[in-house]
Nanobody, 116 residues
Framework: VQLQESGPGLVRSSQTLSLTCTVS??????????WSWIRESGGKGQKWLGT???????RIDTPFRNRLTISKDNAKNTIDLQMSSLKPEDTAVYYC?????????WGQGTQVTVSS
């Protein structure tokens, strides 16, 4: 399984961030995998943001429930993240990934910088 994140890189405070994770080597429609987004910043380490289940349901970390949406497009084989009301503290490298048993697969990450 390979994953590749993409996004705008630089966004302004209060705007909405949209990131796309393109998956190859596995079909979103044909598997029962659950896909996650995490982020990592220098001062705060890694943080789980949320997971979209193979059923389409989502689990979002409590601090983000009001401004984070995770969705998937089976036709495009992508996992999408939207985060609204951005703040400078949302600056981080964002990763998408999947955990399969004892193995995990993550993309290389995409840097997001939120300017004030």
């Amino acid at each position: 399984v390979q994953l590749q994140e993409s996004g705008p890189g630089l966004v302004r405070s209060s705007q909405t961030l949209s990131l796309t994770c393109t998956v190859s080597g596995a079909s979103l429609a044909g598997t029962d995998y659950d896909w996650s987004w995490i982020r990592e910043s220098g001062g705060k380490g890694q943080k789980w943001l949320g997971t979209i289940l193979h059923t389409g349901g989502t689990r979002i970390d409590t601090p983000f429930r009001n401004r984070l949406t995770i969705s998937k497009d089976n036709a495009k084989n992508t996992i999408d993240l939207q985060m609204s009301s951005l703040k400078p503290e949302d600056t981080a490298v964002y990763y998408c990934g999947v955990i399969l048993g004892v193995s995990s697969y993550w993309g290389q990450g995409t840097q997001v910088t939120v300017s004030s």
